[in-house]
C-alpha cells in the first residue's frame, strides 16, 4: 500500500534479486484442499532458485508432481517500503544428497533439529516488485 504523496516505482530484475537475497523471511501462497492459502516460511536464495525448510507436516509441501506457488516478501528500509514477488514452479527436495547439502547451508538461524526435515524448491519464474518512495521536496525558490 502506498501513502498519500508516496512515489511507486517497479523493480528491476537486479534490485529484484537483491532485495530477496537480503531476506529470510516471507508469505507462501499455494493451494491447500483445492483452495487457497498463505502461510508464512523462512528461506534462502540460491542462484535462480528459492529454498524453503518446511517440517514433514507442512500444509505447503508441494504434492509429487509439484505446484505452482508464489512467495511474497517485503520490508523498509527508512522512508522506502519495498515488494518482491517471486511466482514459479516448486517441488520438494526427495533425494538424500540434495536434503543433506540443503541442510549443511549457512541458515540465517539453525534449521528444525529431527530426522525428516524437508526443504520446497521454487524456481523463479516470475520476478517483480516495488518501491515506494516520499516525494520529493521542491526546494524554496527553485521553479518546479
Known amino acids: 500500500m502506498t ?6 516505482t517497479s523493480l528491476d530484475d ?7 537475497g537480503r531476506g529470510t523471511h516471507g ?17 534462502a536464495l540460491d542462484g535462480d532458485r528459492v529454498v524453503i525448510p518446511a517440517a514433514p507436516d507442512s500444509d505447503h509441501l508441494p504434492p509429487a ?8 516478501v517485503d ?6 517500503e519495498w515488494s518482491v514477488t517471486v511466482v514459479g514452479p516448486a517441488r520438494t527436495v526427495t533425494d538424500a ?7 549443511a547451508r549457512d541458515w540465517p538461524r539453525p534449521l528444525l533439529v529431527g530426522d525428516g526435515h524437508r526443504f ?5 519464474g516470475v520476478l517483480r516488485g516495488w518501491r515506494t518512495t516520499p516525494p ?3 526546494v524554496p525558490g527553485r521553479a518546479g
Request: charge should be positive; include cysteine; aromatic fraction near 4%.
Open 3 to 8: 501513502g498519500t504523496g508516496t512515489i511507486r
Open 14 to 20: 537486479g534490485e529484484c534479486r537483491s532485495l530477496l
Open 27 to 43: 508469505h507462501l501462497a499455494f493451494t491447500r484442499d483445492a483452495l487457497p492459502a498463505i502461510a508464512p516460511v523462512r528461506y
Open 65 to 72: 508432481g509439484g505446484a505452482v506457488v508464489v512467495l511474497g
Open 75 to 80: 520490508g523498509c528500509d527508512g522512508d522506502t
Open 97 to 103: 544428497a540434495t536434503a543433506a547439502a540443503l541442510r
Open 120 to 124: 520446497v524448491l521454487l524456481t523463479i
Open 136 to 138: 520529493v521536496a521542491p
